[in-house]
């Protein structure tokens, strides 16, 4: 009994290691300043490492793209110990499983007494998951990564971003603010340490605000709240994941041995189960579901549940996903990626503002990688980066997407690079993006974004002769893009002064955004920024002719 509950401890810190583990690299994803020996902006911390050791991430970069983006190999430490142990990973390690862990223990109206025992039976939705896994590898080899919209990971660390974490720094910063400036000094002087604490480690240096962010912690507020229907509801139901582990467990040597002879049914395991796998005597084991959570052998009283080694195999049902089901999976699969990239013809019917960032593939590359773990979103200095909604067709869905409005690109920055786990956005150096002088150009064409444009109907000095030169001083390359002509016009009164009309250089722009967000006209600046001339894509060009040289000929 010692041996059982301190497995049991084991396993529930465990849990709290690696869930405290993934906060912190989600925190510590954020920029905080820190900076290298030559002023460029570094990534300190491996906040890639979920997503390195996250085998359904691993096996759709590997199907899309038929090779394997760097550190996605390490996946395979967690493939091959389920393959010997089974489900180990759902019950142990995985951070979202462990959120789920935690309030699926919370009782409710839903769960007490034989409701109880009877919602953690294995029930046949619980396959749901493995169409849901056929579906997506199907998609993923016809070039699309739409798992991301379903993986774990990407779902967790997409809604404390875009949504809890984002609202927290609100909450924290609008009640420790007033209480800093209490007159009351036992007041004043804890707020004050606790905000300085929390600003050092959680809060960011500015108010982060995502589109969408209301709808993805909605989201994750319902799976949350599912759990007091249904324990673990997404782990049995949805996960594509633990669908993948699922199977990889079918082979493994470990399982459940039960002593049927000796169980009186008090149906205490089914009362504790998490993964609704019946350990209960008189059942086959569904050993696809188990998550190894040992909770049945903890609460057994009279031990005639055990885990060992080479058990029996004749009461073990398996994933058993009907043909039928696979079958629809497989079409639902097949058909998404051609009926979604109909929307877009993938390029030919472009939205303005589909911005991507430094370093991203080739659309129809990007969209085979991105797998919308929002990584890049939470680690841009200028929350620049935002999820896509209707940009990039409903295919690309919570992909990044530069919104200039809302920030613009930094010069010297490639940290979203830097944290992309599958290489949808390349990774890139300074040197390689060439939008600083002093960083060494590598060459002499710089990673362009895009290109501004300006709306003479809108710029002061165009539409109403009124002096403005923002733009041009914002604009960050060397240089520089905006260029200001000084010339004669009348004003209201009909008299002639001098002003400066700001004119782009579109063989100079590098699409950074900055004049857009620094543009007075707030509800709609004069100067925008388009995907036209990106270098990811050799046909979103134009035929350019510089101003000058037109001007010279």
Request: aromatic share 8%.
């Amino acid at each position: 009994m010692l041996v059982r509950i301190r497995l049991i401890h084991l396993r529930r810190a465990s849990q709290v290691f690696f869930f405290l583990l993934f906060l912190l690299l989600l925190v510590r994803t954020g920029f905080r300043g820190a900076t290298g020996a030559t002023g460029e902006i570094q990534m300190r911390w491996p906040v890639r490492l979920f997503f390195e050791f996250d085998p359904l991430a691993a096996l759709v970069n590997a199907l899309a793209t038929h090779a394997l983006y760097r550190g996605l190999a390490w996946s395979l430490l967690i493939v091959l110990p389920v393959m010997f142990l089974g489900r180990f990973f759902c019950g142990w390690i995985c951070p979202i499983g462990t959120v789920h862990h935690f309030f699926g223990n919370l009782q409710s109206e839903r769960k007490r007494g034989r409701q109880w025992i009877e919602s953690n039976r294995y029930k046949p939705w619980q396959r749901t998951k493995y169409a849901i896994l056929v579906a997506l590898l199907a998609a993923a080899l016809c070039g699309s990564a739409i798992a991301g919209w379903f993986d774990p990971f990407s779902l967790l660390v997409r809604s404390l971003t875009l949504s809890i974490l984002p609202a927290f720094n609100y909450a924290a910063n609008a009640a420790l603010t007033p209480l800093e400036h209490s007159p009351i000094g036992a007041v004043r002087a804890p707020a004050a340490i606790l905000h300085a604490v929390l600003s050092a480690t959680v809060l960011n240096f500015r108010q982060p605000h995502f589109q969408l962010g209301a709808l993805l912690g909605l989201i994750l507020i319902v799976l949350l709240a599912l759990n007091l229907r249904v324990t673990r509801f997404w782990c049995r139901a949805l996960c594509p994941l633990g669908a993948l582990l699922g199977f990889a467990a079918r082979w493994s040597i470990l399982g459940l041995h039960k002593e049927a002879a000796s169980c009186d049914n008090c149906n205490r395991c089914l009362l504790h189960c998490q993964g609704g796998d019946d350990p209960i005597g008189t059942a086959p084991w569904h050993k696809a579901e188990c998550l190894l959570c040992l909770n049945c052998v903890d609460v057994c009283p009279q031990h005639s549940l055990r885990f060992r080694f080479f058990r029996k195999r004749a009461e073990v049902a398996g994933p058993n996903l009907p043909r039928r089901k696979a079958l629809a999976g497989l079409a639902a699969g097949l058909s998404a990626v051609p009926l979604l990239r109909a929307e877009t013809a993938m390029g030919r019917s472009r939205n303005e503002h589909l911005i991507r960032p430094p370093g991203a593939l080739e659309e129809t590359e990007f969209l085979g990688r991105c797998i919308r773990c929002c990584e890049c979103m939470k680690v841009c200095p200028n929350n620049a980066l935002q999820p896509a909604f209707a940009e990039a067709g409903l295919e690309g869905l919570w992909t990044p997407v530069l919104a200039p409005r809302i920030g613009y690109c930094e010069p010297s920055c490639v940290l979203c690079s830097e944290v992309c786990p599958t290489g949808a956005i390349w990774n890139i150096t300074p040197r390689e993006k060439g939008w600083v002088v002093g960083v060494g150009q590598q060459n002499s064409q710089p990673v362009r974004l895009g290109t501004a444009f300006h709306d003479r109907s809108r710029c002061l000095p165009w539409a109403l002769a009124t002096d403005c030169v923002v733009c041009e001083e914002w604009c960050p390359v060397s240089p520089k893009a905006i260029d200001l002509e000084q010339v004669e016009v009348p004003d209201a009164a009909g008299n002639l002064k001098l002003l400066k009309q700001p004119h782009v250089d579109p063989s100079l722009c590098v699409g950074c955004g900055a004049c857009e967000y620094a543009c007075p006209l707030q509800e709609h600046p004069a100067v925008y920024v388009t995907s036209i001339g990106e270098s990811r894509s050799p046909s979103n060009q134009i035929l350019l002719t510089r101003r000058k040289e037109k001007a010279q000929s």
